[in-house]
């Protein structure tokens, strides 16, 4: 009589063990520490999303999850008609408007029912944006350095992971090749740059102090000891610091309206004329500037500027051959170099 109820005893607790690994599965979460050090919890991976930060939005584009975006904020908006993205996914320029970072438009957030909005923001800022929508919201912030996370944090959110991984691999993969051909430039043959960026005030002498893409492509920025340095690390230069740094190559910021810099106003400067490299007529584009941080144009520019800079060892093989692999797997387009070439004409 004992043994038929050992074994009913037995499957029951079988039963009930299998019933309990079923209902971990279910009710498994996605949990992701966001830059605010706050943790996100969802469900499941987001299948619409908010995007009210200009990083994180060329992130979701390489992450192959461009059609989960419902809804930007103004700022990203606004940048829409130079990014890339614009010419990819040409249906991002209809996207809603859903307010500014700081100000939110909740109501219409909430309209558009996302399962998660990527914020620009603070943690008090996203705190707010949950407590008023009730809808999960992440921070997403800019931060020094190659921050290859951004990657990992969007991807686990939105189940992008494989394709986060192979997209921090391409970048770290590209930045170690140049790197290392670099490697045998020493720091006194270092070539240096100084870069125009585009402002309101068509000022000649609005700068980077430093470039991520610069400093990859082993070349010293020129207004590295510039002293007018604001938070955002721009810097003002006087015509005086402009004529002493003395570079090897200028860069501007390619123009994005009728009222933007271009190289004439660079060539016919009562100062810049003195200026050696622009007399030997060594001043390109970049646009590495005029968009928000995406890391698959810091690498891109970087094989451009080195390209430039240590043509014998970032040949102009090397050089095509990284911009198709970087847009291909970035951006999804194959064969890229020469439309890139052209953007830079």
Request: with cysteine; glycine share 4%; aromatic share 10%.
């Amino acid at each position: 009589m004992k043994k038929p109820a050992f074994y009913f005893m037995l499957v029951l607790a079988v039963v009930s063990c299998s019933k309990n690994e079923n209902a971990n599965v279910q009710k498994a979460k996605i949990e992701v520490v966001d830059y605010a050090e706050r943790l996100v919890t969802l469900e499941e991976p987001a299948k619409k999303i908010v995007v009210m930060a200009d990083n994180a939005f060329a992130v979701v584009k390489q992450l192959d999850a461009i059609v989960m975006v419902i809804g930007i904020d103004n700022k990203t908006k606004g940048y829409l008609p130079l990014s890339i993205v614009s010419h990819t996914n040409p249906e991002v320029l209809d996207l809603p408007d859903v307010g500014k970072t700081k100000s939110p438009n909740f109501e219409y957030i909430i309209s558009l029912a996302p399962d998660l909005v990527l914020l620009k923001g603070n943690k008090e800022q996203a705190d707010t944006l949950e407590e008023k929508t009730g809808i999960p919201a992440a921070s997403i912030i800019s931060i020094d350095g190659y921050d290859m996370e951004i990657y990992t944090k969007i991807g686990a959110l939105l189940g992008k992971d494989a394709k986060a991984k192979k997209v921090v691999s391409l970048l770290e993969r590209k930045k170690n090749e140049i790197e290392e051909r670099l490697s045998v430039v020493s720091e006194e043959n270092r070539k240096s740059a100084y870069i125009i960026v585009q402002n309101s005030k068509k000022s000649l002498f609005r700068t980077i102090k430093s470039s991520q893409a610069l400093e990859l492509a082993g070349v010293n920025s020129a207004a590295i000891n510039a002293q007018n340095v604001n938070q955002w690390g721009f810097a003002d230069l006087s015509e005086e610091e402009m004529l002493r740094i003395s570079p090897d190559y200028v860069y501007f910021d390619v123009p994005t309206s009728d009222d933007s810099i271009t190289i004439d106003d660079i060539k016919s400067n009562e100062t810049l004329q003195f200026v050696e490299a622009v007399k030997q007529g060594r001043v390109y584009k970049t646009h590495t500037f005029a968009l928000p941080k995406d890391y698959i144009y810091v690498v891109a520019e970087a094989y451009y500027y080195a390209n430039i800079a240590y043509p014998e060892i970032i040949t102009a093989e090397v050089y095509k051959k990284a911009i198709d692999e970087i847009f291909e797997i970035g951006y999804g387009i194959k064969n890229y170099y020469d439309a890139w070439e052209e953007s830079l004409l």
